[in-house]
């Protein structure tokens, strides 16, 4: 018997890009016409007024305007309950002007060398050290990127995640994926006592000290706080070679530092393309008129949303490639927001897949949600729907439209956009033009803008978490770390008094 094959089936245009790109062959992302043709749109036709209770209008909106430009203005000028430790966390509102080419260059030449050595590179970090690095990875790589071979990764390793989960099975899986390869890490934490990071780096650098020997530190990059903390301690004593997390950008803020570029430079992603996105959507929201300025719109939409009693966010896309965008924004938001019951939770969701699983709920259920969409006009790949003879599915008349999947996957988004309005749920519907780094650089920089603007207006901090290092000390407590004898006793003198119900 034959092996199955694509017959009819063009190339696949990710591998294609990503053997380009592995050529160092860019997209003009400086010319006029590329950031013409990749203009990221907000479409609000389903936002306001829509049936029943809850309902926003564009009154509530303008109503805000003021205070969102006071927001702005204040943001600009670094005033306001933005500090941590004393420092003003706002140093990614600047940095796409401040990394340099140099720097951009230095950071590929690295990579570049450690690449030539080695099968597979693994991240280490979890939270802000992971999401980013990943989302923009799954969004602009093929789906079975490992499976593929050297050449269609355009050069790059295998790229694997660790350190963001402490499950011994799913970390012993992936093992399996590295036995009998030359692979490197990058270990990614400011402090290096991050539990989930910390465990991971463990095992990972005693395994290839004994595999790699006196070569191993050479096959170990650390990104960390630039003087102080257990893993810049680590990698001075060890020479592992390191790069920096700025002190004033937390984590979920940091995917254009070395957080997140060390490991896309790794993956061939075209870090200056990602960087020039970022600048431009810097430019496009410098601006004080609202309604030409994406993130101040983003920011005002949500709060007047928060208002009306809308407490979740579904962001949904219909694009595999964006979901992982959407769970970088199930970070973003909710731990900049969650302040003092404050706040929207953040539900990603990939439709088509999801409508079959909870859109009866968000069509008929409590009316305390709005939805995103992050919606892809064109994918990498155009598939057509043969038409058949027996046509029991209904389904010829695309065949002969001559109408294919992205036709059908547009729709996706364009029906449950205007269903579930219908239904009461607002939703809004962020239009990105196509898969490339410039629209994720965009896209960042929007959302990062909107949600420190969403501080202002609800009146707290959105650079910093409190709230997460509740869930640590109890961890630590019950795991038996030392310095942590106190908050165990209490933990056990709360629990004496709570009573346990086990079925």
Known sequence: MEGFRLVDIDENHTIEKQIKR???????????????????????????DSPGNGSITIKDVELLIPHVNKAHQM???????IHDGGLPMTGWLDLPLKITEEHIRDLKAVTDELCGRIDAFVSLGIGG???????TFRALTHEYFNQLSREQRGGAPEIYFLGQNMDPDYFRDTLDMLEGKRVAINVISKSGTTTETAVAFRIMRKLIEESFGANARQMIFATTDKEKGALRKISDEMGYRSF?????????FSVLTDVGLVGLAMARIDIEEF???????????LVDDFWKNPSLIHAALRYAAWRAGKKIEVVATNASS?????????????????????????SPSFYSEKLHANGQMIQEGERNIIETFLMLNEHDNQIKVPGIKDDLDGLNFLDDRGLDMGFVNKRVIEGPAYAHYQGGVPNMTIEIPGRNAFNLGQIYYMMEKSVAISGYLMGHNPFVQ???EAYKKAMFALIGKPGFNEQARKMESDLRQIKRIKI
């Open 244 to 252: 920096e997390i700025p002190d004033d950008i937390g984590g979920r």
């Open 22 to 48: 592995g050529f160092h062959k860019q997209n003009s992302f400086g010319s006029e016409a590329f950031r013409e043709e990749n203009k990221i749109s907000l479409d609000l036709t389903y936002m306001f």
């Open 129 to 135: 050290s992971y999401l980013g690095i990943e989302a």
């Open 466 to 468: 409190p709230g997460v």
């Open 275 to 285: 960087l020039a996105g970022f600048r431009n959507m810097r430019e496009i929201t």
């Open 75 to 81: 943001l600009r000028n670094n005033e306001g309950n």
């Open 322 to 346: 964006l979901y992982s965008v959407a769970r970088w924004m199930e970070q973003l938001f909710p731990e900049s927001e969650g302040h003092e019951g404050q706040g929207m939770w953040v």
